[in-house]
């Protein structure tokens, strides 16, 4: 259920690196923060004050209805009104957008911890600028919990990106920043609360299913009639057992549940689309 970031790119992992070799603070190399928005006014003001220390924040809003916008505003961010064109097109618009050529892509349901800034810091200052993007791990938490198994960790995201050096994926959902260039393990974490209750997880399953199956469609897939049912199963068995949902509690169950559940109906709307020709609902 995570949205996850894979860059297609070799990963250089630096955690052996001496930081006195690594960071010569010589340099001050400006940078930019870009969020996509929509109707998230209880999230975005912690994940906007995490960035304060940005030269800028570009904030591109799909049409939110409640207090986003003004509270983007009000932390003196440039905000871009902008319909929405699906995940991959909208963070690409709001990275192209912005004037620094090294960006900080984040969500406004993310957050960078104090360590996690100082270390972005640190990095931009020095002359250690031969990789094309950095990657982060990210926590998730739900019900104010960091959930450790059910695959939501460890995470790895690509997030602070040279944008000369690389772009969006065109995947309709589960999009990856596509590094043209090597990619950097800093080790440090980002922050991620990504569902508020179990009604988020619901209306989740329902839109990444459906983008799910319009890929699937798209590439020429065929679901048999008990392809639902066998990837369903699979997805809760290997999300409660073997990632250990199992020890998550209650919200492990509903997640292994959920995870299955969202398996099942991308797998069903694919042979619908297929068997009766219906069209797949877009965002």
């Known amino acids: 259920m995570c949205l996850r970031f894979v860059a297609k790119s070799y990963i250089v992992n630096t955690d052996n690196e001496k930081s006195n070799d690594l960071f010569e603070l010589d340099l001050d190399m400006p940078f930019s923060v870009a969020i996509v928005t929509q109707d998230e006014e209880d999230r975005l003001p912690d994940c906007l ?16 209805q409640d207090n986003t916008i003004g509270i983007a ?3 003196g961010c440039k905000v871009l009104k902008e319909t929405w064109r699906g995940y991959a097109r909208q963070k690409q618009f709001a990275v192209d957008s912005c004037t620094n050529d090294w960006v900080l892509i984040l969500d406004s349901d993310e957050k960078i911890p104090d360590e996690t800034a100082r270390k972005i810091k640190e990095l ?8 094309a993007a950095c990657s982060f791990l990210r926590k998730n938490f739900f019900h104010n919990r960091w959930i450790r198994h059910c695959g939501w960790w460890p995470d ?25 260039g090597l ?32 890929e699937m469609l798209r590439d020429g897939k065929y679901a048999g009639p008990l392809s639902p049912l066998f990837h369903g199963i699979w997805m809760f068995l ?28 991308k797998y069903a709307k694919l042979r619908e689309a297929k068997v009766y020709g219906r069209s797949l609902r877009k965002k």
């Open 49 to 64: 004050e995490s960035v304060s220390f940005a030269d800028e924040i570009v904030v591109v809003d799909s049409g939110s």
């Open 183 to 214: 990619v950097k393990n800093l080790g440090v974490n980002i922050e991620h609360r990504s569902f508020r209750n179990y009604s988020d997880l619901i209306h989740k399953l329902e839109t990444y299913s459906t983008l799910a199956a319009q």
């Open 238 to 265: 290997r999300t409660y057992i073997l990632e250990l949902g199992i020890l998550e509690g209650f919200d492990g169950f509903i997640i292994s549940t959920l995870n299955g559940g969202g398996s099942f109906m």
């Open 73 to 75: 505003r009000s932390f």
């Open 124 to 131: 931009l200052a020095s002359n250690e600028h031969h990789f």
């Open 156 to 180: 790895r995201i690509v997030r602070l990106v040279d944008r000369r050096r690389g772009r969006f994926s065109n995947h309709l959902v589960h999009e990856s920043w596509v590094s043209e």
